[in-house]
Every structure is written in structure tokens, then in C-alpha cells.
């Protein structure tokens, strides 16, 4: 099993529909965070979270909000869903760097989201 | 405003030859380089890393190269193989390991 799992995998929506992305990992690590790639801009960091009481804005957080329910879960919303928000989405997670730890991203397989 | 930035969208390489990914960065307050590679219907995995108080870092095939005077880092495959075609990321962070930024990425092919 992925140690970061993420649901669903593939999403068809339309425009004004309210969507989320689930994202939950194994691996224990207290950061999380979600990603969206788009053709020609790479990774973009969209919200992260360094504990469950702990959520912060990242490149392009508008029109998104997050939920970090637990440790493991850390869900991403689009409210109302707008044609532009067509992209692959990732979540990933890395443990706290320092002692040896590198604090490296380890991520999810991604969610396809079109919005129609 | 694109912190660290990819170039070249695409790099075809013949196999058993050197593959060279280059990267650029703008923050000079970056200190923690990685190197991610994707294959499709994939997420990004991790390859190899960098902390700014060294210039090389070698794992198996792939050596880093860091040029903190010009901002630029590199990757090396040495030799290339058919399996190492997939879409590179280069990645850098503040504080080694808190908000990490992305480049375009560099989609690279090893011709058999």
C-alpha cells in the first residue's frame, strides 16, 4: 500500500461545484502539504500544514481551503469549483528535518481534477 | 515571480551517455536543493539532495553539482539509462526543509 494515499484519484466536476481531495499517510510524519501541477509551471505550493493546529498559505491558496482533521489527514477544498482549478493535484508529506533527517517531500500519486 | 526555474522544457540523451539537467534559483537564502523525478500517472519521488555548505553530492549515477556564486545547480546521470526518461523537478527551500519551491521541470528521454 502507498504510504500516501490520496481519494479520489480521478475527479470530473463542474464549474460552481464544491469539491475535495482527500489525502491520508502512513508514514507519521507531522507536515503535510498540497501541490498542484500545471503544463509549463511545475509545482505549485497551494497550503501547508506542520501540525494539526498548524495551516498556512502557500503560492496560490486562493479559492482553496484545507482541513487537517488528524496527523494522518489533511484534505483540500474547492469551494466552488472554476474551470482554471483543472490540474493535477498532489499532497505530500515530509518529517521535521534536523539529526540526520533530511526533510524531504514524499508524495502522493496525485488527483486529476477537470472542471468543466 | 519564479524562484527556481528549469530552462530547457526537454533534454534527448542516447543511452550510456551523460544526461545534464540544469536548474537556476533566484533566493539566495535557499540552502536545501533536491532533485525529484516523475513518471507519468506518478507522483514525484525523491533522487538526491543538497545542503549549501557542500558542492557535490554523489549517489550511484547521479551526482548534484551546487554554484552558490551563480545560483545554479545541476544534475548528472552518468550513464544514462532508458528507465531514467521521466520529467526531472529541481527543488529549493529556506531553513532546510520548510516551504519547498519547484522549477518547470525538464522532461528527459534516453534514446536506446
Known amino acids: 500500500d502507498a504510504d500516501v494515499t490520496q481519494t479520489p484519484r480521478n475527479r470530473i466536476t463542474k464549474t460552481g461545484k464544491r469539491i475535495m481531495l482527500e489525502c491520508s499517510q502512513t508514514k507519521g510524519h507531522d507536515r503535510m502539504y498540497w501541490y498542484r501541477q500545471d503544463p509549463g509551471l511545475g509545482l505549485r505550493l497551494i497550503y501547508y500544514?506542520?501540525?494539526?493546529?498548524?495551516?498556512n498559505k502557500g503560492e496560490i491558496s486562493d479559492g482553496y481551503s484545507v482541513s487537517r482533521q488528524a496527523q494522518a489527514k489533511f484534505s483540500l477544498s474547492l469551494e466552488s469549483a472554476i474551470p482554471n482549478q483543472t490540474a493535477l493535484y498532489f499532497c505530500?508529506?515530509?518529517?521535521?528535518?534536523?539529526?540526520?533527517?533530511?526533510?524531504?517531500?514524499?508524495f502522493g500519486e496525485g488527483s486529476r481534477l477537470t472542471v468543466l | 515571480d519564479q524562484q527556481v526555474k528549469q530552462n530547457s522544457p526537454s533534454l534527448s540523451v542516447q543511452e550510456g551517455r551523460i544526461s545534464i539537467l540544469n536548474c537556476d534559483y533566484t533566493?539566495?537564502?535557499?540552502?536545501?536543493f533536491l532533485w525529484y523525478k516523475k513518471y507519468p500517472a506518478e507522483g514525484p519521488t525523491f533522487l538526491i539532495s543538497i545542503s549549501s555548505i557542500k558542492d557535490k553530492n554523489e549517489d550511484g549515477r547521479f551526482t548534484v553539482f551546487l554554484n552558490k556564486s551563480a545560483k545554479h545547480l545541476s544534475l548528472h546521470i552518468v550513464p544514462s539509462q532508458p528507465g531514467d526518461s521521466a520529467v526531472y523537478f529541481c527543488?529549493?527551500?529556506?531553513?532546510?526543509?520548510?516551504?519547498?519551491?519547484f522549477g518547470t521541470g525538464t522532461s528527459l528521454t534516453v534514446i536506446p
Open positions: 533566493n539566495s537564502m535557499f540552502d536545501y
Open positions: 500544514s506542520f501540525d494539526v493546529k498548524d495551516i
Open positions: 527543488a529549493a527551500s529556506r531553513n532546510t526543509g520548510n516551504q519547498f519551491y
Open positions: 505530500a508529506t515530509s518529517d521535521i528535518p534536523g539529526q540526520g533527517i533530511t526533510g524531504e517531500l514524499f
